[in-house]
């Protein structure tokens, strides 16, 4: 019988695919180590083969997979050189199917979901993890709700809505969608694999697998991830987990999570040294991926960050429209405001931690920059104007200036 | 020293960056084969080095690649079922860094530019290619021009200038512009990297040499690829005339190149046994990333599809979003108009051809759909509106509706 474990009683209990929490403390459930030994099968095209020891998946329907993964770690040369830095690598999560690390998590738990039978599933988003969920419900032939805020824009309900979802705009508190959506879901057959769900998260463990072997086995110094509910860097801190305990490694990365300061409700705990993550009352940023007011993974963050010796950070709206810009201007890598955050980030631990020279620091970008252009709508661009018969002097002028 | 090709005089001239055009017919000219036997090296990750042999290119630079390519091959099993077709795959070209398929080109142009000691390089172009081209030359620290028409979208500027190159709007005609941008580009040492340049087709090439390897070495009886200005299925064709050469196929497979309705030069030249594209006056078509009026490979197209049995079709744009939208419903992938005529196209062809049942059929999806999200904004999707606390009763009737 599948089970599920709270980390936080450290209890195990049946897995109920409608209701992922604890039912002592509420906290979310994660899936537990199996017993066996676990190995890679480095042979294998499809992330979920080669790392089928580490998911909670007996086989893989590659049916169902939309082939996300096998995703770039890209070295930022030129960024290096510019700001002194050591070696600083990019895990390009962005050319995912659907354009951001959602899919590695929705492609588990749409196995999952098919294997148990599941017809209908959904999700609660306005971004990125309601067009994952659509592509993949859609691929896979399930009936798929998307819960919405009301003021969704037009742009964002048609990236999930090209894929034909049941879509459903819910005026009131976005905390409460969240919890509600289990209670409904248990009671109409519908899977709410939403940002906690926890083989959502054993699927974001699969980039951390890749990340250590496209460093060909050496662990890096730093990892930089977006934190906004928590499961993204809870699945990239459990695979490091997971090849310790499996004795692959015996150092351990540090982990930083950054928040937009406009909506940092754990990099506020973690400061002030709590050990539970108060909610806040309104996000404001402009990195709207990442900014969940009342975290469901809030307190599991707090929890791995503190036991595995890594921080939280937050950043400025301003620090992350620069770290958009020097990405794309300096490296050709266009991202979301939230997935710049880890640069920002970087940028900002750099000022007062020392690095060695062989660090490696690995930053990951969660999202496509083209999904949030119009967040650039106040972004200054040089446009020069000519015509076809003044193009020559045009051109010559700007040939040779700086 | 380095030639190129004009596959209409059959002659070889020395290589000008500056201006790849035959000096007796003007038609685009092309990278010759070497005399030495090629090979694919499948130990290497980078395409360009698994397909180095095929490249006119002695050595890569890894750093100047964005670590475009190893596109997944995704067959289309829930499309095949409902339109009773032979085995189907599309070849995801909307993963690449800019999500489209222009990166291959521009990843083996920024090569031979940096390995000629080129600083200044440019385009002509308002869509994919400007955005591939700003970020590669972001990415290798080059001055970069990007020539684009006076009416372009705001959208489409902030998609290239994101990466900060020289952007310049030109009022006139914008066949002139293409080439006139030779000439100047000359007088001041810029390399326009435009849509025929001959690297930019031999990066397309690779493409072609991942869908047989990912077809285990079988060829596919038919190959949809969206038709503009010619350079994608020029560079797709040769890749498999050049399995030919060296003996490594014997079959070939029937491109079916496919065009838009309201810009068809090409589908029409061929339609009506014409050896000459003649220039239309007007685009009129949803699929702008494939309106080219005016296509400098036009006759390249012609001749290549005359000569290897292909095929070119144009399909109206209620078809192209027809496709669209069967794309991601079915299959949970979402293209550009310009990609989703592949679709239109096999659909057309299956009304007259009949497949036979191992037949298999690749369709290239060029584009990403998020880059062009402004032309679904007619698109009629269902939003149901709710409240928390009318929630339950919203979800249970669509749950159980139909």
């Known amino acids: 019988m599948e089970k599920l474990e709270c980390i936080f009683c450290k209890k ?13 403390c509420n906290e979310p459930m994660l899936c537990p180590a ?3 030994k676990r190995t890679f099968y480095p042979g294998k095209a499809s992330p979920l083969e080669k790392f089928i020891d580490f998911l ?9 997979s939309l082939k996300e993964g096998n995703t770039p770690l890209i070295r930022l040369n030129r ?12 895990k390009n999560e962005t050319v995912n199917p659907t354009s951001s690390f959602k899919d590695r998590g929705t492609a588990v738990a749409i196995q999952k979901a098919v294997s148990l039978g599941i017809e209908k599933i959904g999700t609660v988003s306005t971004g990125n993890m309601a067009s994952s969920t659509a592509a993949y419900g859609a691929r896979a032939g ?12 037009l742009e964002k309900l048609l990236a999930a809505g090209i894929y034909n979802p049941v879509l459903v705009k819910v005026k009131g508190d976005y905390g409460q969608l969240f919890y509600k959506s289990f209670a409904y879901g248990r009671k109409h057959n519908i899977y709410f694999m939403n940002s906690m769900d926890p083989f959502r998260i054993e699927g974001y463990k699969v980039t951390g697998f890749e990340i250590f072997l496209q460093l060909e086995k050496r662990i890096p110094k730093f990892i930089f991830v977006p934190v906004s509910s928590g499961g993204h860097i809870t699945g990239l801190v459990r695979a490091f987990l997971d090849l310790k305990k499996e004795g692959i490694i015996q150092k351990f990365p540090t982990f ?10 754990i990099a506020q705990a973690y400061t002030t040294g709590k050990l539970k993550v108060k909610r806040i009352n309104k996000a404001n940023t402009i990195a709207h991926s990442i900014a969940n007011p009342d975290p469901p993974g809030g307190n599991m963050v707090l929890k791995l960050i503190q036991e595995n010796k890594g921080k939280i950070l937050d950043v400025s709206d301003e620090e992350i429209l620069n770290a958009q810009k020097m990405l794309a201007e300096l490296e ?3 991202c979301q405001p939230a997935s710049s955050t880890v640069l920002a980030g970087l940028l900002k631990l750099s000022e007062k931690e020392k690095f060695e020279v062989n660090d490696q620091i690995v930053l990951v970008a969660t999202g496509g920059g083209l999904k949030t252009i119009k967040t650039l709508e106040s972004f200054k661009i040089d446009i020069h104007q000519t015509s076809l ?3 020559e002097n045009t051109i010559s002028s700007l040939a040779h200036g700086t």
Do not use: W
């Open 389 to 391: 018969s003044k193009l």
């Open 12 to 24: 195990e209990y049946l897995l109920d695919i409608f209701s992922p929490f604890c039912p002592e």
């Open 56 to 64: 909670p998946l007996s086989k893989i329907n590659l049916d169902l």
């Open 256 to 265: 930083i999570g950054v928040q937009a300061r406009g909506c940092s409700p």
């Open 142 to 153: 399930l009936k798929t709700f998307v819960l919405l805020k009301e003021e969704t824009s």
């Open 34 to 36: 199996p017993q066996k």
């Open 332 to 334: 050709g890598i266009f």
């Open 79 to 90: 960024l290096m050189d510019n700001l002194n830095l050591p070696p600083v690598f990019l």
